[in-house]
C-alpha cells in the first residue's frame, strides 16, 4: 500500500508517487491557521505522508504551535475531524499562553481538552472571578 496520500474533499486517498507530487503542486494543504498574537502561530495541515511509520492507523494531519511557551508543540492525527479538533485544543492552548496567564495544572489541563477554565481555589490565578 502506498505511504502517499492525496485529499478527495476531506477524505484521504491513497496515491501514487506522481498523482501525489502533482497534487502537491497546486493544493493548499492547511485544515486550519489561527494568529493568536503578533508572536503565536497554529497551523494544522494535512501532511500527505503517513508519519505514523509502520506503528498503527497512518498519522496524515499535523498541528504546530509556533510561539509562545508551547513553541514547537506537534500532535498528528488520522482524519480531518481529528484535525480539527486538535487545532481548537491547540489554539485554546496557545491563547493561554498569549495572554500571559499563570495558571495551576488543573486549568492549562482544560485549556489542553479545549474546555473553558474555570479556575479553582488552588489555581495561583484565583480572585474569586471565572475572568480569564
Known amino acids: 500500500m502506498s505511504k502517499h496520500y492525496i ?5 484521504p486517498k491513497n496515491a501514487d508517487l506522481m498523482e501525489w507530487a502533482r ?3 497546486t493544493t493548499d494543504r492547511h485544515v486550519a491557521k489561527t494568529a493568536v498574537s ?7 495541515v494535512f501532511l500527505g505522508l503517513d508519519h505514523s511509520f509502520g506503528d498503527g492507523p497512518p498519522l496524515l494531519f499535523e498541528t504546530m504551535i509556533f510561539g509562545g511557551e508551547h513553541d514547537q508543540y506537534q500532535d498528528r492525527y488520522e ?3 481529528q484535525a480539527e479538533t ?7 492552548l496557545a491563547t493561554v499562553d498569549c495572554h500571559g496567564k499563570i ?3 488543573a486549568c492549562k489541563r482544560q485549556a489542553y481538552m ?3 477554565i474555570l479556575h479553582k481555589s488552588d489555581c495561583l490565578l484565583f480572585a474569586g472571578d471565572s475572568e480569564s
Open 7 to 11: 485529499l478527495d474533499g476531506k477524505e
Open 23 to 25: 497534487w502537491f503542486e
Open 38 to 44: 503578533d508572536e503565536i502561530n497554529v497551523s494544522t
Open 79 to 81: 482524519t480531518w475531524k
Open 86 to 92: 486538535g487545532h481548537e485544543k491547540a489554539v485554546a
Open 103 to 105: 495558571l495551576c495544572m
Open 114 to 116: 479545549g474546555q473553558k
